[in-house]
């Protein structure tokens, strides 16, 4: 894959929610880590993670202002859990909230929108924030997306004009499979539901700090997050390795050092992975070994 | 053989919660006013609390509990986690205000305004 050009079908692989009632923004507010509250206008988006009581990881999500509600980004494999917790918690508001990832296209182009002529710059565009734009006549919603050090676009609108999009798009980029964004990804260093965001993790050891927020409030988790981070109570925290060999699969396995287990690796490809380990262990060049195999510390990914 | 009916857990509140709920509607010039109380999501553990002053009157789906000269009302998805509850008053240097004693908690945050199912 060229890194500077291409795009993926994240249809299936995001999910999508609308949020609709005078209500959404203060129950997302008191259900996620980030202060949702100051999404005022019209096109402004955050990233924020829904957490259990515990503090641990649900998912981390996307939430953008659309003129008639909030559409919620999830991960796709995450959408029915994250709609059936906050149907659980809307008890008084006016919050109705809707699945709409089958009826909504969403495709991330992996490349700078000023080089491609029917999106429109979003250069100047905060990532998360973002603005309706007419695609080749087709309405949607255009989001700035930064994974890793790469700029992305995320174009979200009617499922019924996907195919027409994604025309376009061909005329100009090349499509990326699922396993080159997968690695993609991970070199990137982008935690990925069922990886790295489980409820086995917490959100300050998976490198998710710029989207909590410690001083909005109460939110579920939130006295647990808190106690880890003025006490500095993490015990782990996310890394990327490299290892010489391209075949090993190592997700899921044991990450040890002098024969001593000291963490696991939950994301790999190709000589490639991320994965917790002990905090202590945690610096750039230490040498480790996970199913026999030598693996290097590369990134430190949560600070 | 006879058989018991399980009779529906009420929601109840102390004399002295009524005693202060009546202060504090006087203290806001709303004498007659009754109390609305509710959960709502969020806090710490999961769901918190919500007590109001209110003249406003039921609403459609309110259940309306009376005790010691107050009205409570209820909206029933509030109900399903509150029911068995008892509205207490704790007051002095020490005391909390009004306190609820939820069967229902499982855990509660370290400030006591939030709880879990």
Same mark, same amino acid.
């Given at each position: 894959m060229n890194k500077s050009s291409g795009y993926i079908d994240l249809g299936k692989h995001k999910g999508r929610l609308s949020l609709i009632g005078n209500d959404a923004l203060d129950l997302l507010d008191r259900l996620t880590?980030?202060?949702?509250?100051? !999404?005022?206008?019209?096109g402004m988006g955050m990233g924020a993670v829904l957490t259990?009581?515990? *503090?641990?990881? $649900?998912d981390l999500l996307s939430v953008h202002v659309e003129e008639k509600g909030l559409m919620v980004l999830t991960s796709g494999n995450a959408t029915e859990k994250v709609s059936d917790w906050i149907d659980f918690y809307?008890?008084? &508001? #006016?919050v109705q909230t809707e699945n709409v990832s089958d009826q909504t296209f969403h495709f991330r182009v $992996?490349? %700078?929108?000023? @080089?491609? &002529? $029917? !999106? %429109? #710059?979003?250069?100047a565009i905060e990532p998360f924030h973002g603005v309706y734009s007419e695609i080749a006549g087709v309405e949607s919603l255009v989001i700035s997306v930064q994974v890793g050090n790469l700029s992305c676009i995320d174009l979200i609108g009617s499922a019924v004009n996907g195919d027409f999009i994604q025309s376009k798009l061909d005329d100009y980029l090349g499509r990326i499979s699922f396993e080159e964004y997968d690695r993609f990804r991970i070199n990137a260093g982008e935690p990925a539901y069922g990886s790295e965001l489980t409820e086995d993790f917490n959100p300050l050891e998976a490198g998710l700090l710029p989207y909590i927020s410690f001083n909005k409030g109460c939110y579920i988790g939130q006295e647990v997050v808190a106690r880890l981070n003025t006490y500095d109570k993490v015990q782990r925290k996310l890394v990327k390795f490299e290892w010489d060999? @391209? #075949? %090993? &699969?190592?997700? *899921?396995k044991a990450i040890e050092d002098e024969d001593r287990v000291v963490g696991v690796m939950t994301s790999s490809l190709h000589g490639l992975g991320m994965g917790f380990i002990r905090k202590a262990k945690a610096e750039e060049g230490n040498t480790m070994t996970c199913d026999g195999v030598k693996i290097t510390v590369v990134d430190i990914l949560a600070s | 053989m006879t058989t018991t009916t399980p009779q529906p857990l009420n929601i109840t509140i102390s004399e002295d919660a009524a005693v202060h709920v009546k202060q504090f509607a006087a203290a806001e010039g709303k004498p007659e006013a009754d109390l609305r109380v509710g959960v709502k999501g969020g806090g710490c553990s999961g769901l918190t609390y919500i007590l109001d002053i209110t003249d406003d009157g039921p609403g459609d789906n309110d259940k309306i509990i009376e005790e010691n000269g107050v009205r409570l009302f209820v909206d029933k998805k509030s109900y399903i986690f509150l029911a068995g509850t008892v509205l207490e008053y704790s007051g002095g240097l020490n005391g909390k205000g009004f306190v609820f004693n939820n069967p229902n908690a499982k855990t509660t945050c370290g400030c006591g305004t939030s709880f879990s199912v």
């Open positions: 880590t980030n202060r949702i509250t100051d !999404l005022t206008n019209t259990t009581n515990k *503090g641990r990881i $649900i809307t008890i008084m &508001e #006016d $992996i490349s %700078p929108s000023s @080089e491609i &002529e $029917i !999106l %429109p #710059d979003t250069t060999s @391209e #075949d %090993p &699969e190592l997700s *899921g | -």
